[in-house]
């Protein structure tokens, strides 16, 4: 089973930056992509960023030049730093875990971002 468990959202001002983390107890951790995604009430999940076993990263036109996603296979951790934050990032952020062979992902639970001053 596989868990994923974010830490690092909270409240900062807009401009502030925030580093999310996500920790996966996986062995297949760096066999898989990972990402972050976000959902505001009522909406759809959407894509924040992502990034693949190899390394390479992907980003939604929202997050370009501010966010950026990062790995570390020894501790199967995928980080999100944020910067230049804006009170429409706010929202609960969610880490991914995607295999290229299976249809099912894992999720975490989510981590609330609130920008605002």
């Not at 076993?53 to 992907?58: D, P, T």
Request: net charge positive.
């Amino acid at each position: 089973q596989v868990q994923l468990v974010e830490s690092g959202g909270g409240l900062v001002q807009p401009g502030g930056s925030l580093r999310l983390s996500c920790a996966a107890s996986a062995r297949i951790f760096s066999i898989s992509s990972m990402g972050w995604y976000r959902q505001a009430p009522g909406k759809q999940r959407e894509l924040v960023a992502t990034i693949t076993s190899g390394g390479s990263s992907n980003y939604a036109d929202s997050g370009k030049g501010r966010f950026t996603i990062s790995r570390d296979n020894a501790k199967n951790t995928v980080a999100l730093q944020m910067n230049s934050l804006r009170p429409e990032d706010t929202t609960v952020y969610y880490c991914n875990l995607h295999r290229s062979w299976s249809v099912n992902d894992y999720w975490g639970q989510g981590t609330q971002v609130n920008v605002s001053s």
